[in-house]
């Protein structure tokens, strides 16, 4: 197949008589192209560079077949079409006005306007009416009625092929009994088209390509319900109808709050003069900029203005080339989508465990706001999309805060491994897991701190909270009453209790366990999760400091003061006040409830006397330093300053215990504790 370049070269290049050669190149190619465009979610080509290959190739005589081929096996039938002119399609411009067009593939509104207002004044008519509305992004169909029944819904197809959807439509009516046919687009609501990717975790592009994608399905009727059908063009077996009984006949079967009338705008008996077509350009371009910056607001797709003359005599007058009629024109709005490279790929983890992709390219800009990074609904579709670092993408812009991305099917790519997904979660580097679909990637570690239920568990063993098993909390997680530590203080036991598997006794102990530990504040802090800083670390920190006193102090303060207790890195500093900021709440939340302050505790243990303490016939460094940190002194002999001998058996026999009773003998004061009493004195609770 040509690449698009070579289609330019060879358009470009070509003869005004185009070879057989040429046509059915240019003919495989803009084919391939529209079936990628409506039914998968990998394009061929922009529809920028589409409309300029359709462009050259018609100003050299090509004949382009609008819409895609139907699939092979879907249902594919000869279609005759009962109302030939409800096949046509429209001719595209993509300014208003003439002085703004800078490219010479493109048309302007003005130019279209003016050359048929001069063919219709030499037919001696002076006035036409227009009519604006919204030109819909969705799949075209025509459909049949026979009393108010649909009896033949069919796509427009290419060469007699189309689909029969007949059986999609089936239970579509209409009030009239006239025996009509209908041109209508087939649209989802951007409200739908959510709920259909969500409901079915699948992917697609936009509103349109989903339409496409169901219309195709076997189970197509399935989805008649999601679908909007959007009356255009009415034509009656019975009658002759202008335009505006056609409006009317859509106004009293559709209603008038039907989404063709929700902004469509009819301008009646103009003069056929340049100040009065300028006037109505006018009034064109300022419904035009507006739409083109917020038709993202619209409850549905929209991708342009159809302008069209309204008059039947006009119309008669200037008749159709091939399908498209001349008294219409497609308005198209700026090309939302832009052409750019992969150049990286991260990953987050939400909550529930499912790990997130996010897709790097270089940056892209739409309405003035830089794009250049952009999340993957799902495992699912980082498969599908199979890019690597230097892939082409193209990025869609849906609005200020999202893109879509869709991958380019070039040369290039074909020769560009798909970058392999992360073997390690984001957060705590566990394993990685993929659902059995492959439609997620999730961290496999039960305990990691990025879940919601391995936080929470994390949280319980560092404040020594225990009888809540990890089948437990899941089941609670997944009953909705377990995102948050702070959950885990507000279960209620009507709730709990009812859930399948756990009963009046487990609720009884979970909330009664929770209501009863009264922690320490350094116990708080340790359990937060907060890397390089375990419960130790906290608890040496808030022997200097409340968590109540670093919340007070300013960022720089705070690290200051952290990096002012020994044994304390500037790193450890940063994640400290990273731990108090992204737990702000959760902290204020649990500092409101019943806890001890450690450092009031620490406080009296220092103002009190200093010891000259002798450890014998153990060791144990922590305890150690615990004293030392409380201003005590350890020393290795005894000696008639020590305070207190501290041993595993006070019955014991080492020459150190037996100096200390000498000692004591003597009356200096000296105590001998055994190593569980010493920890008690102290308040050593480890
Ligand atoms: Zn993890």
């Known amino acids: 197949m040509l690449s698009v370049n070579d289609a330019y070269k060879l358009l470009i290049n070509a003869q005004r008589e185009l070879s057989t050669n040429i046509i059915s190149q240019i003919d495989e190619l803009l084919e391939k192209a529209s079936e990628a465009y409506y039914n998968t979610d990998k394009l061929i080509m ?36 009962r109302f030939r002119e409800l096949v046509g399609t429209l001719d595209k411009t993509n300014y208003v006005f003439e002085a703004h067009v800078t490219d010479a593939t493109k048309k302007s509104v003005e130019k279209w306007l003016m050359t048929n207002a001069n063919l219709l004044y030499k037919q001696g008519i002076r006035k036409i009416s227009l009519a604006i509305s919204f030109k819909f992004d969705g799949n075209s169909i025509s459909a049949e009625y026979v009393d108010g029944k649909n009896v033949s819904s069919l796509t427009r197809g290419q060469d007699g092929q189309g689909m029969d959807l007949t059986h999609v439509f089936k239970d579509h009516t209409i009030s009239s009994h006239e025996n009509v046919g209908i041109k209508y687009e087939v649209i989802i609501s951007w409200e739908n088209y959510k709920k259909l990717m969500e409901d079915l975790s699948v992917s697609y592009a936009n509103p349109r390509s989903l339409v496409s994608g169901k219309l195709g399905d076997d189970n197509a009727y399935d989805y008649y319900k999601y679908m909007t059908l959007v009356p255009l063009w009415v034509k009656s077996e019975e009658r002759e109808m202008t335009r505006m009984e056609e409006l009317e006949f859509i106004e009293e079967n559709f209603g008038e709050d039907n989404d063709l009338f929700l902004d469509m705008r009819v301008y009646e008996d103009i003069d056929i003069s340049k100040a009065s077509i300028k006037h109505f350009l006018t009034e064109l371009y300022q419904m035009y900029t507006k739409y083109a910056k917020e038709r993202d607001q619209l409850p549905f797709m929209i991708d342009g203005l159809v302008i069209e003359i309204m008059d039947t005599e006009s119309r008669k007058v200037l008749g159709y080339v091939n399908d498209e009629p001349n008294w219409a024109t497609a308005l198209k709005f700026p090309y939302m989508e832009k052409k750019t490279k992969v150049t990286g790929f991260d990953y987050t983890l939400g909550d529930s465990g499912i790990i997130t992709s996010r897709v790097w390219f270089e940056p892209v800009e739409f309405n003035g706001t830089k794009h250049e990074k952009q999340s993957l609904q799902n495992f699912k579709r980082y498969e599908e999309l199979a890019l690597g670092i230097g892939s082409d993408i193209l990025v869609q812009y849906r609005n200020d805060t999202l893109t879509y991305v869709v991958p380019l099917d070039t040369e ?23 659902t059995e679909t492959r439609t997620f990637a999730f961290c496999n570690n039960p305990v990691c701190e990025g879940k919601a239920v391995g936080r929470i568990q994390n949280y319980l063993i560092k404040m020594d909270i225990k009888g809540f098993k990890e089948s437990t909390l899941g089941k609670i997680h997944e009953a909705g009453y377990l995102n948050s530590i702070i959950d885990l203080y507000n279960l209620d036991f009507d709730k709990v209790s009812a859930i399948e598997g756990l009963g009046e006794i487990t609720a009884m102990s979970l909330i009664g366990t929770m209501q009863s530990k009264v922690p320490y504040d350094y116990e708080i802090l340790g359990a937060l999760g907060i890397p390089s800083f375990s419960t130790s670390k906290a608890k040496e920190l808030c022997t200097v400091f409340t968590i109540n006193d670093l919340m007070d102090m300013s960022a720089v303060e705070v ?36 806890h001890m302050i450690y450092k009031e505790y620490a406080d009296k243990l220092n103002t009190g006397e200093k010891y000259k303490i002798v450890f014998t016939d153990f060791r144990d460094e922590a305890l150690q330093y615990y004293v030392e940190m409380l201003g005590h002194k350890v020393t290795s002999s005894v000696s008639g300053k020590t305070n207190i001998l501290v041993c595993p058996n006070v019955n014991g026999s080492t020459v150190k215990l037996a100096k200390a009773k000498d000692f004591q003998a003597k009356g200096t004061g000296i105590q001998i504790m055994t190593v569980e009493e010493f920890k008690e004195f102290v308040g050593y609770d480890k």
Request: hydrophobic share 35%; net charge neutral.
């Open 412 to 434: 290039n790519n074909r020769s560009i491994q798909p970058h392999p997904y992360t073997s390690e979660c984001p957060v705590c580097g566990g394993e990685v897991g993929i």
């Open 559 to 594: 690290t200051s003061s952290i990096i002012s207790v020994e044994g304390f890195s500037d790193k450890t500093a940063k994640y400290i006040l990273n731990g108090i900021n992204e737990n702000w709440e959760l902290l204020q939340f649990l500092l409101g409830r019943e």
């Open 46 to 81: 922009t529809d920028e560079e589409f409309d300029k290959i359709v462009y050259i190739y018609k100003a050299k005589g090509g004949i382009v077949k609008v819409g895609a081929k139907p699939t092979a096996g879907k249902g594919i039938v000869g279609v005759k079409h």
